[in-house]
């Protein structure tokens, strides 16, 4: 055997020790280099490369005081949440970039009627960006008071998108940040992708507007119903949609105003008529004949009106995809529309029944589950906001059930809307009109008193249903 030189033994060893120490070396470099990376920065400490925004002729972008939970993307430039541990955090980082880019589409209207943003509203969207509650509510008042003087022209031409950083303050002031996320979600996550969704609530428009907006996906459309007549609100639409939405006109409101003011005098005239007939008149429309002219006035009216702008709308987009939370029922659209999730989806009326028994099944186990799960959930169930908003969307699909003549379905939906809110007036209205309809004007009754005695205080509001019933007349359709 040959034997082992001892200079090359020691050689051997060094040489090996060495490597092994490098090996360690280099180890630990990538080691530290990883933790580097992926270890969370502490909050408030900026991330490398990025630069503060300042207003600029290009972007007119500024972060306000109170915006530490942005930051700004290296990439892009443009203002991203944070990364956050908890749903206030989610919730009022969302708050600020949703202000942010009303500022901006706010500054953006401005340049367009060349006009200037007043400083009261450079300082309502810095307090509504930074989660300063009580100075928001307080500039809210001051502007809408601006809004009405002789002096406020700019103001009353920014106010929608005042109205949508205000109404996603609130809600983010007023709710649960885990309820209202659970809610925005439960909206956002039954819609297709690319839907055009018109809220009607502000739960059931602000709160979807603030997570879409905010969203890193694709983003809907969002609009309300309450304000498809409102030609300055039409403009405001089209400077956040005009390039994936063909906008209503000026044109589209007249001529809906004309439509339905020929469709109330029909029915004026039918009831003049016909005294022992149904009445054709809906409770709340004021209509009047004033000098051979016919006058409407109301709630009832106005949204009348947002219902035929919205199919006008809907007409114009026949590629869209379409889905409505309600503000005031729109039966005029029930034909072609389906429950999904706690909201409704309209689709092409292509001669297709796309309501069909398993449908109406569906609907009722939704709502079911969500009952039990709202009224099992200490922070839902003691929010009468929250399950008011809840029971709306139900109501909403017990009308649209009853339409469809699923009336156990139906019966079943408007139940449990009210055990969701039994001190809601909504869901018992709607019922009670549901079960006069359908023969049973007893326990129409019923209802309504039992419903007054254990609300006194909505005695007034029941009184308006129970004048409907008294005689065997029509109650208030949905």
């Not at 708050?95 to 500022?103: H, I, K, M």
């Not at 601006?146 to 609130?170: C, F, H, M, N």
């Not at 005098?265 to 809906?282: A, M, T």
């Amino acid at each position: 055997m040959r034997g082992i030189t001892p200079g090359k033994e020691s050689r051997s060893d060094n040489s090996n020790r060495r490597s092994r120490w490098l090996w360690l070396a280099l180890c630990g470099g990538l080691i530290l280099l990883l933790l580097a990376l992926l270890y969370p920065r502490r909050a408030g400490e900026p991330e490398t490369g990025n630069e503060s925004v300042e207003d600029s002729d290009s972007s007119k972008a500024r972060i306000s005081a109170g915006a530490g939970r942005m930051q700004v993307s290296s990439r892009t430039g443009t203002l991203l949440p944070k990364p956050v541990a908890n749903a206030p955090e989610v919730v009022a980082a969302k708050l600020g970039l949703f202000a942010e880019r009303r500022r901006e589409v706010a500054r953006a209207m401005a340049r367009h009627f060349k006009t200037e943003v007043p400083a009261e509203v450079e300082k309502f969207f810095d307090a509504a960006a930074s989660g300063r509650w009580e100075e928001t509510e307080a500039l809210i008042r001051s502007l809408r008071t601006s809004r009405t003087q002789p002096d406020g022209k700019a103001v009353e031409a920014l106010w929608p998108a005042i109205q949508d950083a205000y109404g996603a303050a609130e809600l983010a002031h007023e709710w649960p940040s885990q309820k209202l996320l659970d809610y925005g979600q439960s909206i956002l996550g039954s819609l297709q992708p690319g839907t055009v969704y018109v809220g009607g609530t502000d739960a059931g428009h602000f709160i979807p507007a603030l997570l879409s907006e905010t969203d890193q996906g694709a983003q809907h459309v969002v609009l309300t119903q309450n304000s498809l007549a409102d030609q300055t609100y039409v403009n405001y639409a089209g400077f956040l949609y005009g390039d994936r939405l063909t906008a209503l006109t000026s044109d589209d409101s007249q001529n809906a105003f004309k439509d339905y003011i020929a469709d109330a005098q029909k029915r004026l005239q039918h009831d003049q008529q016909f005294p022992n007939e149904p009445r054709q008149i809906r409770p709340g429309e004021d209509i009047q004949v004033i000098d051979g002219r016919v006058s409407v006035t109301g709630q009832v009216a106005v949204m009348g009106i947002n219902e035929q702008l919205l199919q006008t709308l809907m007409r114009k987009n026949p590629d869209a995809a379409f889905a409505i939370e309600e503000s005031s029922s729109m039966p005029g659209l029930y034909a072609g529309t389906v429950p999904v999730g706690p909201i409704m989806e309209i689709r092409p009326q292509d001669g297709t029944d796309n309501f069909t028994a398993a449908t109406a099944a569906q609907s009722v186990d939704y709502w079911r589950a969500t009952a039990e799960r709202l009224l099992g959930d200490p922070d839902a169930s003691s929010s009468a906001a929250i399950l008011k908003a809840y029971s709306h969307n139900a109501t909403s699909q017990a009308n649209l059930l009853a339409a469809h003549n699923y009336a156990v379905e139906a019966e079943q939906a408007y139940r449990l809307s009210s055990q969701l809110s039994p001190a809601n007036p909504e869901p018992i209205e709607a019922f009670a009109g549901f079960l006069n309809r359908s023969g049973r004007a007893d326990e129409a009754r019923q209802l309504l008193d039992e419903f007054v005695r254990k609300n006194p205080d909505q005695n007034s509001v029941m009184e308006k249903v129970r004048a409907s019933l008294r005689g065997g007349k029509q109650a208030p359709r949905p």
